[in-house]
């Protein structure tokens, strides 16, 4: 997708090119303000000192900020890349390896581990890609430079400093997202705050390093959401012609019963069958897939405020189960790409001259600027958007 840059940042990023000295001596006023505010908050001078030696601003995190994919990519792309076979064969894999973990957070906190799963899968790979900023660089440029939200972020900061001081995770390990996100499921540090828990008894809270604390953490989180054991988080569903898509809507709930009585089936028919509420989820309008989704869905859902985010982890969770995908089309006639397809794309366009970098199925700037030329070739609006037209088009 085309990258949004809001005025402020152009400013900032002019300023940080044109004049330097100006832009550090903003910086490191900025830090020292934050410097007595962390003291008031118990944070010693020597941990502020130390987390933050040697520290500069990133401005590249602004971009990141107004970019988020759950929020601007169609959903079929954003679900074709979090749960394609390839993360459902490595979850597989991680889910035997971490088993005897997965059962005790299960049994703890009366959570699916296929849910637990799904989280840390869709958050970092199964610790594969666990980020690799600075939290503490992060967060200082999101707080000093931020067009919004900077409160929210001077709060993760304080967090942070408070990790530090308390020797919970080593500050050199303290990497992540952009955000400030980290660990194998990708805790704000004022959630790990909150939330984490040991689960490897070795009296710490490591979720870094430690699968078994990631993994009952995670669990916590989703307990203390509204996690409802034995409740399913919801499944597709067929609805009939007569739908109005506005009754639809994660907080409209009503009884399976009245939705059965309205005429929703299970996606293979069979009848809605149980004696809870559930809303219904149209992630691509009235024609696309249709979903049922129970209070648990909403506990997933709170994880990161977004509802593709959501399906994409109650999605992979129930593949993991054994269950198979989603059966009802999505409304497009360009087909998303997996993670493997998306590497192929990536390939092709390398042999026909593009320089896109590593074929790592990750669509940079690099290959979204190749695959706009492509689609000019081909006569569909360039967008950018690694489809099924365009790497049929290359392999051809």
């Known amino acids: ?223 203390k959401a509204g996690w409802v054991n034995g409740l399913p988080w919801g499944y597709e569903v067929r609805l009939p012609e007569s739908f109005k898509a506005g009754l639809a809507g994660r907080k409209n709930k009503k009884p399976l019963s009245a939705w059965a009585a309205m005429g929703v089936t299970r996606i293979d028919g069979r009848p809605l069958q149980g004696d809870y509420a559930a809303g219904i989820l149209i992630p691509a309008g009235i024609n696309g897939p249709a979903f049922i989704v129970t209070k648990n869905f909403d506990a997933v859902y709170s994880y990161n405020a977004a509802e593709s985010y959501g399906l994409a982890i109650a999605l992979l969770g129930d593949r993991l189960k054994g269950q198979p995908g989603i059966r009802t089309a999505w409304p497009t006639d360009d087909p998303p790409l997996s993670r493997a397809e998306r590497r192929e794309l990536q390939r092709l366009l390398t042999a026909r001259g593009y320089d896109v970098g590593e074929p790592d199925g990750r669509v940079g700037s690099k290959t979204r600027e190749a695959i706009k030329d492509v689609e000019r070739r081909i006569g569909l609006e360039p967008r950018g958007r690694p489809g099924g037209k365009v790497l049929q088009a290359l392999r051809g």
């Not at 401005?59 to 749960?83: G, H, R, S």
């Not at 991680?94 to 581990?113: I, K, N, P, T, Y």
């Not at 992060?138 to 000093?144: A, F, G, Q, R």
């Not at 705050?193 to 689960?199: C, E, T």
Request: with cysteine; hydrophobic share 45%.
């Open 1 to 223: 997708m085309k990258r949004i840059i809001v005025p402020a940042l152009l400013s900032l990023v002019a300023l940080a090119a044109a004049a330097p000295a100006s832009a550090q001596a903003d910086f490191r006023s900025c830090l020292s303000g934050l410097r007595g505010q962390a003291a008031a908050k118990g944070i010693s001078g020597q941990a502020f000192d130390v987390a933050t030696r040697g520290v500069e601003p990133d401005l590249t995190i602004l971009d990141l900020m107004n970019n988020q994919p759950e929020f601007k990519t169609p959903i079929w792309d954003y679900l074709a890349a979090l749960v394609d076979e390839e993360r459902v064969q490595d979850g597989r894999g991680a889910m035997g390896q971490w088993g005897r973990a997965l059962a005790a957070a299960e049994a703890r906190f009366g959570v699916d581990r296929h849910a637990i799963a799904g989280v840390w899968g869709v958050e970092s790979n199964f610790g594969k890609d666990i980020g690799g900023r600075s939290l503490v660089q992060s967060l200082t440029t999101l707080v000093c430079y931020a067009p919004r939200r900077n409160e929210y972020f001077k709060g993760e900061l304080m967090a942070t400093l408070k990790i530090v001081q308390d020797g919970d995770i080593n500050p050199a390990n303290l990497r992540g997202s952009w955000a400030g996100a980290f660990g194998h499921t990708q805790f704000m540090p004022s959630t790990f705050q909150r939330l984490a828990v040991d689960g490897d008894g070795d009296g710490r809270r490591d979720i870094m390093n430690s699968v078994p604390d990631a993994l009952h953490s995670t669990a916590n989180f989703l307990k």
